[in-house]
C-alpha cells in the first residue's frame, strides 16, 4: 500500500519511463487494435471513390452513414493540410477511455516525424490542444478540456484581447470555455469568432477557439468576460493535424470564415443560460 | 480452494484482464464497457491473501495509470486499496449469498471510483456528487450485475 501511496510522487521521468514502459509491452496490443480499427475505418474505401460517392449520396449519408461522416471529415482535414502545406501533419486520435484519461490522446505521429512538445492541435475546424510529451513515434497530447488549459486570444478582428480558459462544469460534459479579461467599454455581439492571437509564443496566430455565446461575468466596471462555443469538440474528434513548424506563423489564411462552421463539432455544449 | 479451482480462478481473471483492456482501449468504449479489471480484482481478492490481493491491485492499477498520464498513480492506489480491502473482507463476512455478492461487488466498485477522487488531484478532480455519487453509483451497480452473472456463469460462488 506504502508503495501505490508513492507512485503519484514518482519524479516526472520516472511516470514517463513506467507508463513508456507498459504502453510498449502489456498494452501495445490493446494500443495496436484501436490504430488498426481507425487505419481501417479510413481505408474502408478509397478515398476519391469515397468523395465520388459522397456528392450524390449526402442526402441519405448526413444522417446515417459513418462511413461518410468520416469521409468529411477528412476532406475538411484534407483542405485545411493542402492550404497549410507540410508545416501540418495529419494524425489519428486515439483516446484510451480509462479512468483519468478524460482529457488526453494519443496521436500515431511522433519525434521522428517532427512533432515537438507543446505543438498546437487543431482540427478543420479549429483547436483542439497541445502535445504534452513526444515519443518517437507517438505523442501524447491534451485537449481544452483539460482544466489548466489557458490560450490567449482575441476576436477575429483584432478589436478585444483576452485569455480564454476552461471553466468547469456540474460535470465533465457540461465543460465551458470563457474569453476573461476583454475591455468592459467593449460589448461583444454573440456568434462573433474568437482566435488564438499568437501571444504567449505556444499557439500560432489565427486559430478558431470558438465564438462568443453571451456575457458570463462583469467584474466592476473593468473587465468583461464571455461564454464560448468551442470551435472544436474534443470528444467527436477523431483526425487531427499537429504542427510542426515553431516560427510563430498567422494560420488565419488556413481558416477562412466559410471554414469556421461550429455545426457538427462545437453546438452541443452550449453555455450554460 | 482446490488446485483446478485456484488454476480456473487466474485464467478467469487473465481473461477478464484481456476483455477489460480489448473493450476499454482496443475497442475505445469507455464507460460503455463494463469495469471488468475491478470486478477480476475484487474476485480474485476473495480467494487469495492480503499481500497477494494489494500486489494483484497494483499491477492492475500500474497498468491503467500508463494511460493516464494526467493522474498517474491515482488508479495504482485504487485498486491496491480495494485488492486489500476485497481480502480482509473474507475474514469479515463469511458466505457468499446473493445478497453479498451483489453487495461485495457493488461497494468494491464504488470504493475503487470513490478513492481515485480522492486521489487525482484537485485539478483534475470533477464534482463529488457527480463523479462519485451518480457516476460511481452506476458504475458499481454496473458492475455488481456483470460480477453476479460472470460467479453464477463460473461457478465462482460457493452456494452454486
Known sequence: MLLALSTPYFSQSAQQDVALTLQATVLRPFISTQERLAESRIRAQPIDRLQAQLDSMIEVSATRSVLADENRRLRELLG???????????????????????????????????????????????????????????????????????????????????????????????????LNGTPYHETVPEGVLVVTSGLGGIYPRGIPVGTIAGTAEVQGQWLKSYWLRPAVEPGSVTHVLVETAADGADLSSLFPSDSVSLGEEGADRAPEP | MSAARRWGLWVLV????????????????????????????????????????????????????????????????????????GAYTRGLFVGDSKLFVVSYFFAGKWMRDFVHWVMVGNELRQG?????????????????????????LFGQSREA
Open chain 2, 128 to 152: 463529488f456528487w457527480d463523479q462519485v455519487m451518480v457516476q460511481g453509483m452506476i458504475g458499481a451497480f454496473y458492475a455488481a450485475v456483470v460480477g453476479v452473472v460472470l460467479v453464477a
Open chain 1, 80 to 178: 485545411l493540410s493542402e492550404r497549410a502545406g507540410p508545416r501540418l501533419l495529419p494524425a489519428t486520435v486515439l483516446r484510451p477511455g480509462t479512468p483519468g484519461s478524460e482529457s488526453m490522446f494519443l496521436v500515431d505521429v511522433g519525434g521522428d516525424d517532427g512533432v515537438r512538445e507543446g505543438a498546437p492541435v487543431l482540427s478543420a475546424h479549429g483547436l483542439v490542444g497541445k502535445i504534452r510529451e513526444v515519443r518517437p513515434r507517438s505523442a501524447v497530447g491534451m485537449d481544452w478540456t483539460y482544466p489548466d488549459f489557458r490560450v490567449s486570444a482575441m476576436l477575429a478582428d483584432g478589436s478585444a484581447f483576452g485569455i480564454v480558459e476552461n471553466v468547469r462544469g456540474a460535470f465533465r460534459e457540461a465543460d465551458r470555455l470563457m
Open chain 2, 14 to 85: 487473465a481473461g477478464l484482464f484481456l476483455a477489460h483492456f480489448v473493450l476499454h482501449v482496443g475497442l475505445g468504449l469507455g464507460r460503455g464497457a463494463p469495469d471488468f479489471l475491478t470486478i477480476a480484482l475484487l474476485l480474485v481478492s476473495r480467494e487469495v491473501g492480503v499481500g497477494t490481493a494489494a500486489a494483484v491491485g497494483f499491477a492492475f492499477g500500474l497498468v491503467e495509470d500508463a494511460l493516464s498520464v494526467l493522474a498517474f498513480g491515482a488508479n495504482t492506489v485504487a485498486m491496491t486499496a480495494v485488492g486489500i480491502a
